[in-house]
T-cell receptor
């Protein structure tokens, strides 16, 4: 069974600083997808970034980038030039690339609450 | 702006009431989901519809009844709920995986349900 671990329950940084959120996962699969979702106080779950395991290049989306270390099963999220609007709960999630039902199953980490201070 | 729209945003219902949560997506996706989320926890998958057919039911109590009238709409019918069912209910959609693409799930804003 797959598991996802986010070891930082809460973090806080000053506005404009860079922050890195940690995520590790356990799987015996070779093909899979990893996601970071953001859930601000409004509670909408927003996709931040996605990484395919077969791609060696780390995904980036504007100020958000990941450090994907497949051998170490690590998938950290770096937020550069943090903004007040980045304050949210961040969830790391894993999805297998395999049989039909696994296409729909996201395995979630417990989440990291990120607070950006002015 | 989300392309998965949920109504109502907030719902308060008694334990004997019957109500429904509604979800609509306009992204042409063929898979739709219901999740339940309690405070400070990740979402828990309840149901998945793929091509309008129920694909996954995560052993959800029968007081929750999903319905997928067409590929754009998803309903969750609620009857005889318990106070512990109070939670945020998230609808989501995705394009089912093909050989070369993964399955990225997009969420709506959620419906807050309070059972009194």
């Amino acid at each position: 069974a797959q598991t996802v671990t986010q070891s930082q329950p809460e973090m806080s940084v000053q506005e404009a600083e860079t922050v890195t959120l940690s995520c590790t996962y356990d799987t015996s699969e070779n093909n899979y997808y990893l996601f970071w979702y953001k859930q601000p106080p409004s509670r909408q779950m927003i996709l931040v970034i996605r990484q395919e395991a077969y791609k060696q290049q780390n995904a980036t989306e504007n100020r958000f980038s990941v450090n994907f270390q497949k051998a170490a099963k690590s998938f950290s999220l770096k937020i550069s030039d943090s903004q007040l609007g980045d304050t949210a709960m961040y969830f790391c999630a894993f999805m297998k690339h395999g049989s039909q039902d696994s296409n729909y199953q996201l395995i979630w980490g417990a989440g990291t609450k990120l607070i950006i201070k002015p | 702006d989300t392309e998965v729209t949920q109504t109502p945003k907030h719902l308060v219902m008694g334990m004997t009431n019957k109500k429904s949560l509604k979800c609509e997506q306009h992204m042409g996706h063929r898979a739709m989901y219901w999740y339940k989320q309690k405070a400070k926890k990740p979402p828990e998958l309840m149901f998945v519809y793929s091509y309008e057919k129920l694909s996954i039911n995560e052993s959800v109590p029968s007081r929750f009844s999903p319905e997928c009238p067409n590929s754009s709409l998803l309903n969750l019918h609620l009857h005889a709920l318990q106070p512990e069912d109070s939670a945020l209910y998230l609808c989501a959609s995705s394009q089912p995986r093909t050989l070369y693409s993964g399955n990225t799930i997009y969420f709506g804003e959620g419906s807050w349900l309070t059972v009194v």
